[in-house]
């Protein structure tokens, strides 16, 4: 989802919990105040117990959204796309009501755009699926045989599973969940999705009017910035591809990394200029998502991290009933997801998340102190997101740091629509 997608992207209603999150406001002010005084007493890890998995990942390795325009293209052929059989699982793909999936008019565009070889744009490939079904494996090893903290087997009581309509996105959930409960399950998998109009699981471009204002413009000025349109040049002319042919370093990102994984032969120049590349690419994205510019952070993944707080605040709230909280919370995003949610974090590393990445938040209770805490891991590698002072981070803290980006669907919708309100109200 490189390609085109800080051009346009396509919000979910979530239940708000707005009084519980101010008495939480409050608690938080009290506590932090409490330790501040006090200090902080070194944490016994013995003593902590896992409540609640959340599970940010990006999609399998798949086929690249489009092609470069060289004389000479990469075969893709067919074959890649067999499944495993260890990856078979039967799901069902709701809306987010329980009602039918909603039509994907992502993967209506991506079928118009055949590779050479024969098969679609943005598929899902058998090292995506082997990829996603490793992942899966991971997670089970730590939530089920080194924690028993999840069911062996699959159980919709446990479990969350939400997913943007895009058919590798829920494929690659299959995967994960294939290798995560090695294809046992006590009742039916279903996969919520939204309307791509309304979604939320990536920047929404079409949703919200602010948010392409913001970035308007900024994709094409990113390569103009000095020393991108200096390499941007010397790619294309390494590869010669013209230089009246609208290419920029996603679109080149996008094809090196899928080519790379399945171990394509490739342009010499493409595999020559690789790691520059995605450097420029990653520069391109941090130009359009400033990290100094918090609004646009705020109004990418904003009403996301809304979500996964909410879950937080659910799980710790004892009035929630336990019907309403699960133990594994998974969501299937992209990379354009996950590169403003690091940034929001403070955990950026500066490199283009790869196929089968993954954001893992952990939710624990102290049993004697009933303090909570939080730890965050990417590519199963502790975190510590920004506000913290360690990676355990205290739940407290965790939420504060959050706050700055958080949006609740009201605040979103109304910093959505600001832009427009004011235009609509010049022409008037």
Known sequence: MIAGVFGRRMWAPVGVLASMAYCLHQRRAALAELQESEGRHPVDHRLL???????????????????????????????????????QFDYTVTNLTGGPKPHSPFDSQYHETTLKGGIFAGQLTKVGMQQMFALGERL???????????????????????????????????????????????????????????E????????????????????????????????????????????????????????????????????????????????????????????EDRESIQLAVGPFLHILENNLLKAIDPSTPPSNIRKLYLYAAHDVTLIPLLMALGIFDHKWPPFAADLTMELYQHQESKDWFVQLYYHGEEQVPKGCPEGLCPLDKFLNALSAYTLSPEKYHRLCSQTQGMELGSRG
């Open 49 to 87: 117990e896992l409540k609640m998995v959340q599970v940010v990942f990006r999609h399998g390795a798949r086929t690249p959204l489009k092609p470069l325009p060289q004389e000479e293209q990469v075969e893709w052929n067919p074959q890649l796309l067999e499944v495993p059989p260890q990856t």
């Open 140 to 198: 089970r090893k730590n939530y089920v045989e080194d924690i028993p903290f999840l069911s062996p087997t699959f159980n919709p009581v446990e479990v969350s599973v939400r997913s943007t309509n895009i058919y590798r996105n829920l494929e690659s959930t299959r995967c994960l969940l294939a290798g995560l409960f090695q294809r046992q399950k006590k009742g039916p998998i279903i996969i919520h999705t939204d309307e791509a109009s309304s």
């Open 200 to 291: 939320v699981l990536y920047p929404n471009y079409q949703n919200c009017w602010s948010l392409r204002q913001k970035t308007r413009g900024r994709k094409e000025a990113a390569s103009l910035q000095p020393g991108i349109s200096e390499d941007l040049k010397k790619v294309k002319e390494g590869m010669g591809i013209s230089g009246s042919d609208w290419v920029d370093f996603l679109i080149l990102l996008d094809n090196v990394a899928a080519e790379q994984v399945h171990n394509l032969p490739s342009c010499p120049a493409l595999k020559r200029f690789a790691q520059m590349i995605e450097q420029r690419a990653v520069d391109m994205a941090s130009y359009i998502f400033q990290k």
